[in-house]
């Protein structure tokens, strides 16, 4: 991961449409694959039924309709709509921040499935209706850093891990869990080359203490709404008080293990970004510091830096998870 320096192709704010004029653009519609299904069958909503992802849809609509709102626990300003949606980083579409949002306009979500496997009593395979039904949505205000020291306050929706893991039954010998990242050139384009950026599948991992963590969120939704294909639909994880690479999207496989699995980025540059990357002002990185970040949204001549809080402000529910473990070692 590279710091930078914004081209001049990047949504400056004044550019930035509103919410309401983004979301009433064919594009969106696409995202979600709703145009390309009116079309497909001629008509427009009457049709949408019997696209092959209306139950789901339907049931995801019906449950962020009904979320709980969590009270807000960060104090900071949300971060807008359009710069958590158009400022990611996603490389199976691309390394640059505008990637994401420009290279999967096409994003069809369906026919997705996760399995769930390894270290458990049931193991499951399930296909986005089932794996949504018994959950009830919350949404919840988080802060978010990436590594490469820029951040946001988003609210995302989703519920907890613990109770998606819970239903698979881990056994005694789950002491991590494993997730791994869609591999399909037809949906994801930077993977058609073979000597590509990063090696896929991305992987990521946790130890089971963290992924059972109250705070450890399965994702589908942000601001209230679908989660878009740039933010990691149908399903990413959100880890709070670790840097943001820790939060894989679009994710097809969640698998128990007893070993500690290899992550991506501690594979690719292991002496940079390590397993645990819990958000430490205290432990920079070796070619920049961690006591700061720019806090979106920003601009070169207005960087908004923040200081950087231990375990990105979440240290009275975490830090007990880590007593006795030196966190300058284990980074
Ligand atoms: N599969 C996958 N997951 C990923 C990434 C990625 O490149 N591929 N990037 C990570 C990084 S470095 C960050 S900062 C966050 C960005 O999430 P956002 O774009 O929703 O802000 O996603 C993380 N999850
Ligand atoms: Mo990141």
Redesign the pocket.
């Known amino acids: ?1 590279l710091i930078r320096i914004p081209r001049s192709s990047d949504p400056k704010p004044s550019e930035i449409t509103s919410e309401s004029q983004y979301l009433s653009r064919r594009d969106w519609l696409r995202n979600t694959g709703m145009l390309g299904v009116g079309l497909a069958l001629g008509s427009a909503s009457g049709s949408l039924l019997a696209a092959p992802s209306a139950d789901w849809r339907t049931q995801l609509s019906d449950k962020l309709a009904s979320r709980s709102k969590i009270p807000d626990t960060t104090g900071d300003t949300l971060t807008p709509f359009e710069d ?1 949606t158009r ?6 579409f691309g390394t640059d921040k505008s990637d ?1 949002v420009e290279n999967s306009r096409n994003f069809r979500v369906d026919p997705w499935t996760v399995s769930i496997e390894g270290a458990l009593n049931r193991p499951l395979k399930l296909n986005l209706e089932d794996l949504l039904k018994p959950h009830a949505l919350e949404e919840r205000i988080y802060r ?1 850093r ?3 020291a820029w951040s ?1 306050v ?1 609210p995302w929706v989703g519920f907890p891990l613990a109770d998606l893991l819970k239903r698979a039954d881990p056994t005694s010998s789950a002491k991590f869990v494993r997730f791994e ?1 869609l591999v399909d050139p037809e949906r994801f384009p930077a993977q058609k080359f073979a000597r590509s950026t ?1 090696p896929w599948p ?1 992987e ?1 991992g946790l130890r089971i203490d963290e992924a059972m963590h109250p705070l450890t969120l399965m994702v589908v939704g942000l601001y209230g709404k679908e989660l878009l294909p ?3 639909a149908p399903l ?1 994880l959100m880890v709070p008080w670790k ?8 994710i097809v496989r969640i698998e128990l293990t007893d070993t500690q699995p290899d992550t991506t980025w501690q594979r690719l540059a292991s002496s940079e970004y390590g397993f645990y990357a819990n958000v430490n002002p205290d432990v920079d990185h070796p070619r920049w510091s961690q006591k700061r970040e720019r806090r979106l949204p920003n601009s070169l001549w207005d960087p908004n830096w923040i200081p950087t809080r231990r375990f990105n402000g979440y240290e009275d529910q975490v830090a007990s998870l880590y007593s006795g473990l030196n966190l300058k070692t284990n980074y």
């Open positions: 991961m958590a400022y990611n980083n996603f490389y199976e994401p978010f990436c590594v490469e946001m988003v990242t990063i991305y990521e740039q933010n990691g990413r840097y943001g690479f820790k939060s894989i999207k679009s």
